[in-house]
């Protein structure tokens, strides 16, 4: 309610102060009491017998909207109930009126005051030479530029000895997160020294100097804007780096344009706040009248909104990533409103304003700021998720820091006592304990979520690296790999679960029945439900036996097919001919794995039987030692192709057995090559691969000839009805 009364008579200030800037000072408003007595007979007595009697028959004129209080006459038998309803209806026109005109006065006291500022602040200075006897303004002259020669000498010996730090900070690479934060590290290190180094040269040669009292305060005051304007430019330098040679040197990313601009308006802003600060400090040593304070404070407030305008205007005349009208449009508003708010000095409006604006703006920017630096500069780049969830969480836990740095600030403007919010037992109390507390409850929650997906995500990222490394290790970070995807979703269901019964119990709501009615409707369940806790208990027993991880080629009864994915009740199977079944844990059964350590291959080769065996196996050796050394094939042979022998003699070939044992799901490939190199041998040493013959036996001479013949013609003919046939079944 005071917030909207400080809007209305805000509001009306600005539509009625320029009629009454230069117009003598209106007659002082009545005071208007508001007394509450019982609505009992003693009340009403009280009221008919003593109030009533001393009211006056007429009223000045009051605000628009604000009843008139008015005595009892003959014909109101009942004066309380004029009170009353005068004080239902009059309480927030009264407030309105009391803040519009506390505007008004002192809008009027500035304007009025502002002509004798200069003779005030002249009057308060020969006060203060008067008071403190005669100043000699050589010495002090010459004893300032003492204290800023030792804070300059020092500075610039502080460069001296940093220069070998300073030359490997140039030269320093910023391709990873490592890189970048190191090298951010060592440049606020170097930052902080040498802004150290003129502070304590500036100390050394205040300390040496023999200063009066009178003059102590003065040069404390002209050397703290010494020091937060070097603050200032070291901040610029580290945070934007306008002048960097490359862009991971610049902690917020922007082009180099973009950066010269946001650093000169750094210090042209930061200048102005520190001469502003610096002014009034001085003008409080001098004793200055507090009214012309007041308006040399408005006066810079003035020439500070006038400045960011004007460098608003130079933004948007800018061709390098020129800001949008919308934005153009709110930044000038809010700087007009900000401006008018200072300058009337409503200093709880002005810096509710600046806070509300500053918050947004400076969530963005850090927001901006962590993901270049935690993001990694190539898409492919290894570790690039574990990089991006960790920035999500440092992203996160910054913005609730923010917020509460926000709220705390909002409470200090408002005087808000945290305190009595927290043991009050009103229903408003209640209400703004429980919200605060819901949204703590939230926030947390939401960080605890970032940070475990970030540290899973981040050993999942290593096993990903090394998924084909058949080590100890790698087989370990493969079952990391199968394992974590499933703790993920479990601590996220347990965070969900606790985080919603928190959020009850925060809002008054008794959480206790609710977990019992839970465990009585889990029993239910679990009855009822028979199939899924088969399904989730199997799959828990199938992954503490590490049956299968992800990426391995298993087959289950009817089912086959590389494991993709799991869920808390069934496995995904990606079938090598592309369909992907998903299979209850439950129904799995037996399940054989293809993918674990190695694979026994076996070939039958069929030779005639007029084919030399130890001929046969000597090129087989062979065969096998060229694969175990080719580059490609090598590394996945565990033992080489060899002839175990022969397998069995059949009607028309030797069928002969040779194996070989290879890593699993490599034998495919290592097969084919292995036969195209047998018959590119057996070509060249003469040996013939065996197949089905048809021989034809007969006498000699003309009637051999005839029977071969009529054989002949007999083959011909079934050939013709064969090609006859095909037309005719296509």
Request: aromatic share 6%.
């Amino acid at each position: 309610m005071r917030l909207a009364a400080f809007v209305v008579a805000f509001t009306l200030a600005l539509l009625t102060l320029g009629g009454h800037g230069a117009k003598a000072a209106d007659p002082a408003p009545p005071i208007r009491v508001i007394i509450e007595v019982p609505n009992d007979e003693a009340g009403r007595n009280f009221v008919t017998n003593q109030l009533a009697p001393h009211l006056p028959q007429s009223t000045p004129a009051q605000p628009a909207g604000a009843a008139a209080v008015t005595p009892a006459a003959s014909t109101q038998p009942a004066p309380m109930q004029s009170i009353m309803s005068a004080n239902a209806s009059s309480e927030m026109s009264f407030m309105a009126a009391d803040e519009l005109q506390k505007l008004r006065q002192r809008a009027r006291a500035l304007i009025e005051a502002a002509p004798s500022v200069p003779a005030d602040i002249a009057a308060a200075g020969e006060g203060f030479v008067a008071a403190r006897g005669n100043i000699d303004w050589l010495q002090l002259a010459l004893a300032s530029a003492l204290l800023l020669f030792g804070g300059v000498a020092a500075q610039r010996l502080a460069w001296w000895g940093s220069r070998g730090m300073l030359n490997r900070l140039l030269e320093s690479p910023g391709d990873t997160v490592q890189e970048r934060l190191r090298l951010h590290g060592m440049r606020v290190s170097l930052g902080l020294f040498v802004l150290a180094a003129f502070l304590l040269g500036s100390i050394a040669g205040f300390v040496l100097v023999p200063w009066p009292p009178v003059i102590r305060e003065t040069v404390i005051i002209l050397l703290a804007w010494v020091v937060i304007l070097r603050l200032a430019q070291a901040f610029g330098r580290v945070i934007i780096a306008p002048g960097a040679r490359h862009d991971y040197f610049r902690v917020v990313p922007l082009t180099q344009p973009v950066a010269w601009f946001w650093y000169r308006t750094l210090m042209i802003v930061v200048a102005l706040l520190a001469t502003i600060w610096a002014t009034i400090s001085l003008l409080n040593i001098m004793d200055v009248p507090l009214i012309s304070r007041q308006v040399v404070m408005s006066l810079w407030i003035t020439v500070l909104a006038a400045t960011l305008l004007i460098r608003l205007v130079v933004r948007t005349r800018m061709t390098t990533e020129p800001p949008s009208r919308l934005a153009v449009v709110l930044t000038a508003s809010l700087i007009v409103i900000a401006w008018v708010l200072g300058a009337l000095h409503l200093r709880q409006l002005f810096w509710t304003l600046i806070t509300l604006s500053m918050l947004p703006l400076t969530m963005r920017t850090v927001r901006a700021s962590i993901r270049n630096i935690m993001g990694p500069q190539d898409s492919n780049a290894e570790g690039r998720t574990s990089a991006i969830a960790w920035a999500v969480v440092i992203e996160r836990a910054t913005r609730v820091g923010l917020v509460v740095i926000g709220a705390t600030l909002l409470a200090n403007i408002w005087r808000i006592d945290i305190t009595d919010i927290a043991m009050g037992e009103s229903p408003f109390t209640r209400v703004i304990r429980a919200f605060i507390r819901v949204v703590i409850i939230m926030l947390v929650a939401d960080l605890v979520w970032k940070l475990v997906r970030a540290v899973i995500d981040g050993r999942l990222d290593e096993t990903v690296a090394t998924a084909h490394d058949d080590s100890p290790e790698g087989r370990r970070r493969s079952r990391l790999n199968t394992l974590l995807p499933i703790l993920r979703n479990f601590i996220f269901a347990i965070l969900l679960g606790v985080a919603f019964l928190m959020v009850l119990d925060a809002m008054g709501i008794q959480i206790g029945p609710l977990l019992a009615g839970a465990g009585v409707l889990g029993i239910a369940v679990g009855f009822g439900a028979q199939t899924l806790v088969k399904d989730v208990i199997s799959g828990i027993f199938y992954l503490l036996d590490d049956a299968f991880r992800v990426g391995e080629y298993i087959t289950a009864g009817a089912y086959k097919g590389t494991v993709e994915s799991f869920s808390l009740r069934s496995v995904k199977l990606r079938h090598h001919r592309g369909p992907i079944t998903t299979v209850p844990f439950g129904v799995l059964g037996a399940v054989q794995n293809l993918s674990r350590d190695w694979v026994i291959d076996k070939i039958s080769v069929g030779v005639t039987y007029d084919t030399d065996l130890d001929k046969v196996k000597k090129l087989v050796k062979e065969i096998g030692k060229k694969l175990q050394a080719d580059p490609e094939y090598g590394p996945q042979i565990i033992e080489p192709l060899k002839m175990q022998g022969v397998e069995h003699l059949g009607d028309f070939s030797i069928e002969l057995r040779l194996k070989m044992m290879t890593k699993p799901g490599e034998q495919f490939v290592i097969r084919r090559q292995a036969y195209a190199l047998l018959k590119r041998a057996f070509e060249e040493n003469g040996i013939h691969f065996a197949f089905p013959t048809v021989q034809v036996a007969g006498g000699q001479g003309a009637n051999g000839d005839a029977i071969g013949a009529a054989a002949q013609r007999v083959l011909d003919l079934r050939h013709q009805a064969a090609q006859a046939a095909s037309p005719a079944a296509g």
